[in-house]
Nanobody, 114 residues
Framework: VQLVESGGGLVQPGESRRLSCGAS????????IGWYRHAPGKQRELVAS???????SYGDSVKGRFTIFKDDAKNLLYLQMNSLKPEDTELYYC?????????WGPGTQVTVSS
C-alpha cells in the first residue's frame, strides 16, 4: 500500500487548511485509516482516525477543530483543519493498518505562523 499526502503549507493562525491522502489500494476496504503528526523533539501523536470497529477518533488537542472524512468515489482521505494554531505546526502523515502491517505516507508539512 502506498499513501501520499498533499495540501500542507504555510497558513496564518486562525485559518483553515484541508489535507488529502491518496492510496494505491481502495480506501473503502481499509479497516483503519487516519492521520498522525510529528514535530522534532515531540512524540508522534494521533490526530484523527476512521475505524470500522471504533468509528471516528480524535486527539485531544484537535477535538472540535479538525474533522476527518473520506470520499470513497475519489479514493481520498481528508483532514479538514480549522482554527489552526502555531502549535499545530508539524509534519502530518497518513496511516493505515492492513493485515497487521502499518503503512505510512511521506508526510506533508503544515506550518502555522504569522
Amino acid at each position: 500500500v502506498q499513501l501520499v499526502e498533499s495540501g500542507g503549507g504555510l497558513v496564518q493562525p486562525g485559518e483553515s487548511r484541508r489535507l488529502s491522502c491518496g492510496a494505491s489500494g481502495s480506501i473503502r476496504s481499509f479497516n483503519l485509516i487516519g492521520w498522525y503528526r510529528h514535530a522534532p523533539g515531540k512524540q508522534r501523536e494521533l490526530v484523527a482516525s476512521l475505524s470500522r470497529s471504533v468509528g471516528i477518533s480524535y486527539g485531544d488537542s484537535v477535538k472540535g477543530r479538525f474533522t476527518i472524512f473520506k470520499d470513497d468515489a475519489k479514493n481520498l482521505l481528508y483532514l479538514q483543519m480549522n482554527s489552526l494554531k502555531p502549535e499545530d505546526t508539524e509534519l502530518y502523515y497518513c496511516n493505515t493498518l492492513l493485515l497487521g502491517v502499518k503503512y505510512w505516507g511521506p508526510g506533508t508539512q503544515v506550518t502555522v505562523s504569522s
